[in-house]
């Protein structure tokens, strides 16, 4: 089969397009057909040689690449139920520690890590929902936020930031959002009472303003970090999603380095409320498996609304 893999960290010319073995599903095991992959920031990251220099993956020849999934079941691992060939899914691959990612013809995951794709969404929509949607649900439950309660978003035009926003509004928060001036409009179509506009001078005084005294915690998918906890009252929350980027625990307030696990109830509950149109996947493009230099190029530049998408 073909795979995307890095051999030589490094930019987007980094990545590979090579034939490998395809891979057997183990016990407990799922072997998925890919029909889409999304391409997130995480997977620059591996790219790179940032998470190998962060400790955070071990060093291997080949590197594989892409933790969405969106696709068809094709094998099953012993003492797998729930599950049959031709089923369409969804799943994650949470693991550093596996040789191959989802840029891929197939992928094997641990049924954890699977749940029914939403009926509703093309493949494409369906790949962008596991990884961001997970990040801003678990987030979320970091927080633990009673229903009323301001809740700050960074990035909020983001992946991560626009299922954050929608699933924070859903359970009764007060959502204040932080996003670029051309996506006001869609941060207050997801959910989002109040707006900031990045570009503020301060961003602290600026959400204040809105919310006297700070908000009761910040979900900060922009990696902000100080200028967010500032916006933040005394012996509030704040959770960081991004690697490296949460502050120092200043004015009591608990600070939390949030990293995602794979979790098929969770992807489940996502999946339905995507197909009740209660998360909105937004897809920025598709281009196939060999245009994955391209696409990582794309994602370099920014800009983009919604995820990049390959398609095997």
Do not use: C
Request: proline share 7%; aromatic share 4%; charged share 20%.
């Amino acid at each position: 089969m073909r795979a995307v893999v890095v051999r030589n960290v490094g930019g987007p010319e980094a990545l590979e397009l090579m034939d490998v073995f395809v891979p057997v599903p183990g016990p407990g095991q799922i072997r998925i057909r890919v029909e889409a992959a999304a391409v997130n920031p995480v997977d620059a990251a591996t790219r790179s040689g940032q998470l190998l220099a962060a400790g955070l993956m071990p060093a291997r020849d080949v590197i594989g690449i892409g933790w969405d999934v969106a696709g068809i079941v094709d094998a099953l691992g012993a003492g797998v139920v729930g599950f049959a060939p031709g089923d369409a899914v969804i799943g994650v691959r949470d693991r550093l520690d596996v040789p191959l990612g989802t840029y891929a013809e197939y992928v094997v995951l641990d049924v954890g890590a699977v749940a029914p794709a939403p009926a509703g969404l093309s493949a494409a929509e369906a790949a962008t929902l596991p990884l961001s949607g997970l990040t801003a649900f678990q987030a979320l439950g970091v927080l633990d936020m009673a229903p009323g309660s301001t809740l700050l978003v960074t990035g909020a035009a983001g992946a991560v930031g626009g299922f954050a926003v929608e699933l924070a509004a859903g359970r009764g928060l007060r959502v204040v959002a932080v996003a670029g001036a051309e996506d006001e409009a869609f941060v207050r179509g997801a959910g989002a009472e109040r707006f900031v506009p990045r570009t503020a001078p301060d961003l602290a005084e600026e959400v204040r303003a809105l919310a006297p005294g700070g908000v009761d915690a910040a979900l900060d998918a922009a990696a902000l970090g100080i200028p967010v906890l500032g916006a933040v009252r005394n012996r509030g929350a704040f959770v960081s999603v991004v690697g490296g980027s949460a502050p120092a625990a200043l004015r009591g307030i608990t600070v939390h380095q949030h990293w995602i696990a794979a979790d098929a109830r969770t992807l489940a509950h996502l999946a339905a409320l995507a197909d009740t149109g209660r998360l909105t996947p937004r897809v920025a493009d598709t281009l196939p498996l060999e245009e994955a230099p391209r696409a990582h190029a794309r994602l370099a530049k920014g800009g983009l609304r919604g995820r990049l998408v390959l398609t095997p």
